[in-house]
Structures are given as structure tokens and as C-alpha cells.
């Protein structure tokens, strides 16, 4: 009869003293996850029109999708010099950039400025950061940023989107495609 009355003791007192020692600390960010997201690009919030932002050219001009990129001298990524960047606004709102970079130690300069922007590049196991192709990621609660890199043509893409307007983009290719 003891031990039955010792039984819920010995339980409350194990969760009490586990509960005393649990770490109050918020979790840590898991790597790929982006820390303090920049809700946008070289300074411009998603969703805004490009319309009239200053050192942009339109360049192409669809149903739904305008493509704009930069009048100047190509955008630096850290150390890195772009080959191209091209801006995209879907129904009217910025959404997406791409960027393309060519060669190894440009790739490298990319993805270290990555890094230092937006934490540590996800390494989940199926995340690909070695061979022919390689692809790092990070996500934020408005941002994406998916970069690859083909290491046989030497060539780098990446592509930086506000997680809610990209999935209009799909949408906007899909309604192309099917002829409407």
C-alpha cells in the first residue's frame, strides 16, 4: 500500500524537477532558415511596383508579369559581380529576382555572401552541396532564396521570391501554357 501511495509522488516530483530544468531558451533556428528576413530586395519590399523605382529599365512586359532589370553597372553579391539580374513584379507587385553568375570562385564569393546574409545554407539530408549540381536554400517567413549551381558549365542561378506572390508566377505560366 506504501508503494501505490509513493507512486504519484515519485511521478509529480520527476515532472517537476524535469520541468524546473528544461531549458526556457526559444528554440534555435534550424540551419537553411533565413533569421532576420529582408522582406524583399536591394531595398525594395515585396509587393511594391517597380514601375518607377529609380535605376530599373522595364524590359518586357507580359499579361500578368513585367520584367525589369538594372540600367547600371551589374549588381554585386558580396565580392561577386553578376552577369544578370532581372527583377519581376506578377499582377502588378514585386516578387521575384533571378541572378546568373558564371564561374567556380564566383559561386563561392556568392554563396559566402549568402551565408552572411541570411545564416547558414540548409545542409538536411537530400539538400545537394556537393557534385555536378548543387543546390543551397533558406527561408524566411516572406522570403525564399533557392541558389544552383551547375559545376560542369560553371554556372550559377538564383533565384531570391516573396514566399506569398510566387506561387502567382506559376499560376501565371500555367494560364499561358493552356492556351486561355
Not at 12 to 23: H, I, K, S, V
Not at 30 to 47: E, L, R, T
Not at 94 to 105: C, D, E, L, P, S
Amino acid at each position: 500500500m506504501s508503494h501505490q501511495r509513493r507512486l504519484p509522488f515519485l511521478l509529480t516530483l520527476l515532472l517537476a524537477l524535469g520541468w524546473t530544468f528544461t531549458p526556457i531558451n526559444p528554440p534555435l533556428t534550424s540551419a537553411g532558415d533565413i533569421v532576420n528576413d529582408p522582406k524583399g530586395f536591394h531595398g525594395i519590399q515585396w509587393g511594391a511596383s517597380l514601375a518607377n523605382v529609380p535605376g530599373l529599365t522595364l524590359v518586357q512586359s507580359l499579361e500578368r508579369v513585367d520584367e525589369y532589370e538594372i540600367k547600371e553597372a551589374p549588381l554585386q553579391l558580396g565580392d561577386a559581380k553578376a552577369d544578370s539580374v532581372r527583377f519581376f513584379t506578377i499582377d502588378g507587385g514585386f516578387g521575384r529576382v533571378t541572378i546568373r553568375y558564371r564561374g567556380k570562385k564566383t559561386h563561392d564569393s556568392v554563396l559566402a555572401y549568402l551565408q552572411s546574409q541570411f545564416g547558414p545554407a540548409d545542409r538536411t539530408p537530400g539538400s545537394m552541396m556537393r557534385g555536378l549540381n548543387q543546390q543551397f536554400n533558406w527561408r524566411g517567413a516572406d522570403t525564399e532564396v533557392n541558389l544552383t549551381y551547375e559545376a560542369k558549365q560553371e554556372r550559377g542561378h538564383l533565384f531570391i521570391e516573396s514566399r506569398t506572390l510566387s506561387p502567382r508566377f506559376s499560376d501565371a505560366l500555367a494560364d499561358t501554357g493552356s492556351g486561355s
